[in-house]
Structures are given as C-alpha cells and as structure tokens.
C-alpha cells in the first residue's frame, strides 16, 4: 500500500496512515453515542490535532483543516472514510438525532494503534471526552469560538500557528503535561 505524505508546513506532514488509525480510533470511541455525527467527528478530529499542535509544535496526524460553515473540517475525512469502509473496518449510516439528518460512522473492530503513542491518545480521549457529549450544532458553537477558526477567512486551510493566540478557554498548555 502507497503511503501518502503532504507536507502541510515545517512542522506538520501529512501521514495518511496515521490519520486512518486516528479517525477509527475515534469512530470506534464513539459509535455508541447517538450525537456523534460527521459534525462532531470533524471537531474531535480538529482539537486533537490542534491541541497537540500547541503542546507540542506539530499536529497528530499532520491533516490540513479548512474554515467551512459548521466549523473545521478536515480535508482527507472523506477519503479517509471510504477506505476504512473499504477494509470493512466502519460503516456510514444516514439517520436521524431528533429532527435533523445525521451521517454517523460506526466501527465494526477495534482500531490497530500502533503509530499513535500514549501522549497522542491521552489528547484524542481529552478531545472525545470534550466534544462527545455535544450536538453537531453545539460542537459547531463551540468550535466557532477558537482562535484559529475565528482568525481564518472562510473556505481556507487554518494555520496551525494559530493555536499560539488561543484564549485560556481553549489554550491546554496549562491542563496536560504530555512527551513530544
């Protein structure tokens, strides 16, 4: 299998294989809750990144966000998505959470983790832990107010340097003591 690698800046390369283990990961994290959608999927995946970003000067997976409407998104999820699929390792469903259309993700195996390390899972669980209890429009919310997102023209890729000016609602310098 090619493994496909962007650089996204200095720091941050994209590894797609990464990536895939940290979006199953999370998918099999919270395919059991009703109100993770695609929308809240997006923001773990985002904080994650961005999170670690700050506390360690380069992202997890080195995946490119962009400023959509809903929030940060992530440029490789659909691509991502259909491989898993592919390897029958998830599957995407189309339901309802109250009255709106929901696109959920569900795992059918527990994720390989050998490329992500302790410190890289302690920021995703911190993430699930936060977001997973929201709404698709509360995730949004809650997404709208970071730094990055708001310092960012619609429709471009979010700097990751953003992460440096976050507010202390955001910022988790002074929260987590991880390795980088």
Known sequence: ??????????NNVFDEQKFLQ???????????????????????????DFDFYELCDKSISGESYFKLPL?????????GITKLQ???????INTKYGSFNQIKA????????NLLNGDELRIIDKAIQKLSSMSGSGAS????????WKATESGKEIDYELVFYRDDKFSVKNGLEISC
Not at 24 to 39: A, D, E, M, P, R
Not at 71 to 79: C, K, L, M, V
Not at 106 to 113: D, K, R, V
């Open 1 to 10: 299998m090619k493994k496909e690698v962007i650089m996204v800046d200095d």
């Open 22 to 48: 940290m979006l199953h990961y999370v998918i099999y994290k919270t395919s059991g809750l009703q109100n993770v959608g695609k929308v809240v999927l997006y923001k773990i995946m985002y904080f994650s």
């Open 71 to 79: 929030g940060p998104a992530p440029s490789h999820f659909e691509t």
């Open 86 to 92: 592919s390897k029958k390792k998830v599957k995407v």
């Open 106 to 113: 569900i795992s059918f195996s527990e994720p390989s983790l």
């Open 141 to 148: 919310a809650y997404s709208h107010e970071d730094i990055p």
